[in-house]
């Protein structure tokens, strides 16, 4: 069983285009997250949700837009993709603030 | 803000050897947390490290705290090569729940 999945794995798409990435937990989580990994394998906090409330909003284009349409999933979307959002994105949950939080396994998002 | 700072970046270790990956953070945290993650994969959780004084083992990793400091490190005794791979440190931040993250130490152990 899949504790923190992430769909698609790989996405390759063109500078301008809009793209989602989904994530969900089967975990009974109240809190998940999305972090990016940049290609020197730097990761920092994007965004982060409590039972569907944005709680976390990192200083982030406004290209992207983070969407819990209930607490076992938040999504990623970006608009307008550029040549610097190539990165791998991960999801991650936790049971709530002061808790372990478990990742997913990534998505490598490349823009060409 | 709160910086995260790992050293070393890289490290090449042979077989059977010891060494140490440290982790030094600039402001007071609640928790610091030790992820292992290998090529192309995701993060593992190997440590949570809640108080000064914590110490934790697994295998033949072993992970300690002092928050005084602010200084964690990351202890490998008798490397083997399925150790090689990358360590995260990661902080929280006092009444925050997000994950200020090191650089990163690469480490890869030849026989």
């Known amino acids: 069983d899949t504790a923190v999945s992430q769909t698609p794995k790989y996405l390759v798409t063109q500078m301008g285009n809009d793209k989602s990435i989904k994530c969900e937990q089967n975990?009974?989580?109240?809190?998940m997250y999305w972090y990016k990994q940049d290609s020197k394998k730097f990761l920092k906090i994007m965004f982060s949700y409590n039972n569907k409330e944005l709680i976390i909003n990192e200083t982030v284009p406004n290209r992207f837009s983070p969407k819990s349409p209930d607490k076992a999933h938040l999504n990623l979307h970006i608009n307008s993709l550029e040549l610097g959002d190539s990165a791998v994105y991960f999801c991650?949950?936790?049971?709530?603030?002061?808790?372990?939080?478990?990742f997913g396994p990534g998505t490598r998002l490349t823009v060409t | 803000e709160l910086k995260v700072e790992q050293n070393p970046l890289f490290l090449s270790m042979q077989e059977g050897k010891n060494y140490t990956i440290y982790c030094n953070y600039s402001?007071?945290?609640?928790?610091l947390y030790w992820y292992r993650q290998d090529p192309g994969k995701s993060l593992e959780s190997l440590f949570v490290?809640?108080?000064?004084?914590a110490v934790k083992q697994e295998g033949r990793l072993m992970a300690s705290l002092d928050t005084k400091a602010r200084l964690s490190t990351l202890h490998i005794t008798a490397a083997v090569h399925d150790l090689s791979a990358t360590y995260f440190c990661?902080?929280?931040?006092?009444?925050?729940?997000?994950?200020?993250f090191g650089t990163g130490t690469r480490l890869q152990v030849f026989p």
């Open positions: 975990l009974g989580h109240d809190t």
């Open positions: 990661a902080v929280v931040p006092p009444n925050t729940d997000k994950l200020i």
């Open positions: 402001t007071t945290s609640d928790r």
């Open positions: 490290l809640l108080s000064n004084g």
């Open positions: 991650a949950s936790s049971p709530g603030m002061s808790y372990e939080q478990y």
